[in-house]
């Protein structure tokens, strides 16, 4: 009877194009009307079935809904890398060192770097050694959505590690899917561009069964890296020292990327398996100080990791999802840069995860889950000059473990999750004295109330406690750890409200999105890392206390005109975030360094017959680059507007896609860092072929 009673859904949904119900959970009143007598005696043109949810997937109940690029949005951005479609999302900051091959890492809501966690496909990207996750180095060819997060994921059936971070970016890659009668996938494209840029990549998805297929990628990227720049400077007294045109030295990048995946379907469940490595040799171009615009420094990486991830439901009511993760990261560093210390070291690192995480349904609305995760890290490393010696490295080990209990329930209007992550963390190391053995509970609390019962206007409220421990680099590094550091603490307190709706009466606006977030966050015992002279390596200190209040807002439009449409993404941040460690320092209530009051962006982007015209604007204010706010340390504002036309052809089964982007289209002289300078006007062609 169940069979019978799903098969008349089925052709319901065949006739009238309707969504069918996720999990399972059918009502009598989801059930579609059938059509006016008559009607389906006459040819129909059949709409496209999607039928939504599985059985392993738990019931989303989302709180704080994410700041979401989908793949159409990253297909029309002036986007290299996921560092530049990140740029888009309110409340973050990026540091960006110029260049196709520079360092970029994100900062959200002033809080810094090591609280912004990086998840691909579900599994988290560390980095004990020094905390940063550069995000240049994964390309968008491969992702179908990236996802950002204020507090955490609302999702309480995730992993422990999802719970122990401030904010979290989800980078979601490619499932494989097949057309009917197709075993096989392929997709080529080539970009090339300015600055000697030559990008090719390919992918190749196979369907090896109706329960598991395959997926290849690869790509090779090469740039010189050379760009015009200007570099002004002022004096103490505002007199100008330096003013000279230059261009950017030894930025140059030879790197190449390859995955591979499984993808598979059980019968109460799936799995993944993929492999991913990165392998790279670029120029590390300085910073310009005193006119000297050429450096000496090289560095090598090769980043490895597989990873695995099942989820299965045992019964209606409880279900569980284990993840398991290797990674071995190689670098090689030299610096043979006369006027400074000549380095030349090899740095391994080791990272073994293991999670298991369950979910139990106790009532239709209310859900607890239970979480473990263990994690291993080590970091070698061997120096070859004799600046440095073995005997100065204390070879650390760090034994973390994980455990959260959460819960979730719906109450008519009403949605509240809950949260408390356990963290404990035990340190060897074969030199010297490590750090002592730490156990921290960190809550979070999240809630959403529906204002209005017919309208999708919710206010919304997040409180969240959490804690990270100092990385490797802090706290054993030659030449800039400090063995002294305290853990950083940090609280967040967020209320906001968000509208959307759908119209379908009107002629012209379509969607509308519109969501205001105001926050408040404290840290405690901020760790701040300042460059020292090198990109490479920093300084490390505990800044103190630190107060931020912000507000984050966005709007999201689109607008249709029978086969005109217009998309408009806007976005505004205000962040106060100041230094309130000492009445007596001369930086008390100053702002910190790098973190701008005001800063935004904008989209639009039309879109007619295969054709797509997109404008993006990104503007930064003012800030000061050192803890004192006085005008020697005063950065300028910048901004930047880029712009693209697209191109989709379909000739027989293969479609054809080319785009010209032109980035930085008014040429500003900028700094993200100072001393940094990024690019100006250049260019980007890209050309994609699939099969």
Not at 277 to 298: C, D, K, Q, W
Not at 564 to 583: K, S
């Amino acid at each position: 009877m169940k069979d019978l009673y799903v098969s008349f859904l089925c052709l319901a949904a065949l006739a009238g194009g309707v969504h069918l119900p996720a999990q399972g959970n059918i009502r009598p009143d989801s059930i579609p009307q059938p059509h006016a007598a008559g009607k389906l005696d006459s040819i129909q043109n059949i709409r496209e079935v999607v039928i939504v949810g599985s059985p392993v997937i738990p019931k989303y109940r989302e709180v704080i809904p994410a700041q979401v690029l989908k793949d159409a949005d990253l297909q029309r951005l002036n986007s290299l890398s996921v560092a530049d479609a990140i740029r888009y999302f309110a409340g973050v900051q990026l540091k960006d060192y110029g260049g196709v091959g520079g360092l970029k890492t994100v900062n959200i809501r002033s809080m810094g770097t090591n609280h912004m966690a990086v998840f691909y496909d579900g599994i988290q990207l560390g980095n004990a050694q020094n905390g940063q996750v550069d995000l240049g180095r994964f390309s968008l060819d491969d992702v179908e959505e990236i996802s950002l997060y204020n507090g955490q994921k609302s999702d309480i059936f995730q992993s422990a590690r999802d719970f122990g971070a401030s904010g979290t970016i989800y980078i979601t890659t490619r499932r494989p899917r097949f057309e009917e009668g197709k075993r096989a996938n392929f997709k080529a494209t080539l970009k090339s561009g300015s600055f000697g840029l030559i990008n090719p990549s390919m992918r190749y998805e196979y369907k090896i069964s109706d329960a598991v297929s395959s997926s290849f990628s690869g790509e090779w990227t090469n740039a010189t890296g050379r760009y015009k720049f200007r570099y002004r400077r002022r004096n103490t007294l505002g007199e100008i020292a330096y003013d000279t045109t230059a261009y950017r030295q030894n930025g140059d990048i030879n790197a190449t990327r390859m995955e591979a995946g499984l993808h598979g379907k059980m019968a109460d469940g799936q799995w993944t398996v993929r492999a991913y490595t990165y392998n790279s040799e670029r120029g590390i171009p300085g910073a310009i100080v005193n006119n000297v615009f050429r450096h000496g420094e090289r560095l090598w990486d090769t980043n490895s990791f597989i990873q695995g991830t099942l989820t299965n439901l045992w019964t209606k009511r409880f279900r569980s999802l284990f993840n398991a993760k290797y990674a071995a990261d190689y670098t090689h560093y030299e610096n043979q840069d006369a006027k400074l210390i000549q380095t030349k070291n090899t740095y391994k690192q080791k990272e073994l995860y293991l999670s298991c995480a369950n979910l139990f349904n106790i009532l239709e609305h209310w859900e607890v889950s239970l979480a473990y995760d263990f994690q291993w890290n080590t970091l070698d490393a061997t120096f070859y000059l004799p600046t440095e010696s073995d005997g100065t490295f204390p070879y650390p080990t760090r034994y973390t473990h994980m455990a959260a209990l959460a819960t979730a329930f719906e109450w008519g209007r009403l949605k509240m999750q809950a949260s408390v992550l356990g963290y404990f963390v035990h340190e060897k190391v074969k030199r010297f004295e490590a750090r002592p053995d730490k156990a921290v509970a960190t809550p979070a609390f999240f809630g959403s109330w529906r204002l209005l019962k017919r309208q999708d206007l919710f206010l919304r409220a997040f409180y969240k406690r959490m804690f990270r421990m100092p990385t490797f680099n802090d706290l054993y590094y030659t030449d800039m750890g400090n063995a002294f550091l305290k853990p950083e603490y940090a609280e967040q307190c967020n209320v906001g409200v968000k509208y959307t709706r759908n119209f379908r009466e009107t002629p012209l606006l379509r969607t509308i999105d519109v969501s205001v977030d105001a926050y408040y966050n404290r840290i405690t015992d901020k760790i701040i890392a300042y460059p020292k002279g090198q990109q490479f390596r920093w300084t490390m200190l505990n800044l103190g206390k630190v107060e931020i209040k912000g507000v984050d807002a966005l709007l999201n439009m689109i607008f249709s005109l029978g086969k005109l449409e217009l998309t408009t993404r806007l976005q505004y941040t205000y962040q106060q975030a100041i230094d309130v460690t000492n009445p007596t320092d001369t930086y008390y209530r100053d702002q910190i360094p790098y973190i701008p009051w005001h800063s935004g962006s904008a989209i639009v982007a039309l879109f007619y017959k295969g054709w797509g015209l997109n404008y993006s604007f990104i503007y930064t204010g003012e800030r000061y680059n050192q803890q004192e706010n006085i005008p020697r340390n005063h950065t300028q504002p910048w901004y930047t507007s880029d712009l693209s036309l697209q191109k989709s052809f379909r000739i027989r089964s293969r479609t054809l896609k080319a785009s010209a982007e032109i980035n930085n289209l008014f040429g500003q002289d900028y700094d993200v860092v100072l001393n940094y300078p990024m690019p100006k006007t250049n260019v980007r062609f890209v050309l994609s072929v699939e099969l």
